[in-house]
C-alpha cells in the first residue's frame, strides 16, 4: 500500500472547477503552500474553500481569494486578507463567518457521520439568524449543520508512505479533523519517511484517512502577522 505522489500537481489531478476544499492549519501556520499553489496553476474556479483563516492577500488559501478562484468562503476569521475584504463589500464573493469552536465542531460532526448538532454559541446573534432554536435544561441552542468537502488539504511535519501523519506544534491545529471529513484526503509534508520510523503513539492522523501524499518543497513558512516587544 503505497499512497505516495511524485508532488502538488499530480495530487490534485482530480479536482475539478467548483470542487469544496477543506484546508487545514491556523492561518499561514501549517499551510498546505504547495497544494495551494498547485491549484493556482492548473487554473481551477468557482471553489467553495473552508478553513479558519483566510491568509493574507498574497500568501495560502488568501492567494486563490485573490486570483478569484473563489466563490464562497466558510470561515471563522478573514484576518489580514485585504483582498477578501473588498470582494466581500462588494458582493464579489459569498462568505460564512462561524465561531472558531462551531467550525471545528461542524467538520469534524462531517468526519463522524452526524449531521447536526445543538450548540449555545451564538444564540441571540446574527449567527443564529435563519437557524433552528431549541431549549434544553432551560437554555437555548441553535442547531448548526455538518461540513464535509469534496477535497481536504493537509500540511504535516512528517508522514510515511501509508499516510500516517505527525503534525508540529501550532501547525497541528484544525488537521487532524479536517482529515476525517473529506472525500478525498491529500498530504503534503515536510518529510516522508520509512515505515516504522514513525512512533504509532505519536501518530496524529492514521493513514486510513489519507488518499495521496507527497513531500513539500520550498516551504516560506509566512508568518500572518508579526508581533514583537518593544525594548526599552
Keep these: 500500500m503505497d499512497k505516495r505522489v511524485a508532488n502538488a500537481d499530480a495530487a490534485i489531478v482530480k479536482l475539478t472547477d467548483g470542487a469544496t476544499i477543506l484546508i487545514g492549519g491556523f492561518g499561514t501556520c501549517g499551510c498546505p503552500e504547495n497544494l495551494i499553489s498547485a491549484v493556482l ?85 446574527v449567527i443564529g439568524d435563519g437557524k433552528e432554536v431549541r431549549e434544553f435544561n432551560g437554555k437555548k441552542f441553535l442547531l448548526e449543520r455538518a461540513l464535509r468537502g469534496d477535497f481536504a488539504f493537509i500540511k504535516a511535519w512528517k508522514g510515511d508512505r501509508w499516510g500516517n501523519l505527525v503534525y508540529r506544534k501550532t ?27 514513525l512512533d504509532p503513539d505519536q501518530i496524529h492522523t492514521p493513514g486510513i484517512f489519507v488518499h495521496a501524499i507527497f513531500q513539500g518543497t520550498n516551504y516560506e513558512k509566512r508568518i500572518e502577522k508579526m508581533v514583537v516587544r518593544k525594548r526599552a
Design 171 to 197: 501547525a497541528r491545529n484544525f488537521h487532524p479533523v479536517v482529515a476525517t471529513a473529506a472525500d478525498y484526503v491529500i498530504a503534503e509534508v515536510e518529510e516522508l519517511v520509512e515505515l516504522g520510523e
Design 41 to 125: 496553476r492548473k487554473g481551477v474556479k468557482n471553489l467553495t474553500c473552508v478553513s479558519n483563516n483566510v491568509g493574507t492577500a498574497d500568501f495560502g488559501l488568501g492567494a486563490l481569494v485573490s486570483e478569484r478562484r473563489v466563490k464562497k468562503l466558510i470561515c471563522s476569521f478573514p484576518g489580514q486578507n485585504k483582498s477578501a475584504e473588498q470582494q466581500v463589500l462588494k458582493g464579489e464573493i459569498e462568505i460564512e463567518l462561524n465561531p472558531q469552536g462551531t467550525l471545528v465542531e461542524r467538520i469534524r460532526a462531517g468526519g463522524a457521520g452526524i449531521p447536526a448538532f445543538y450548540t449555545p454559541t451564538g444564540v441571540g446573534t
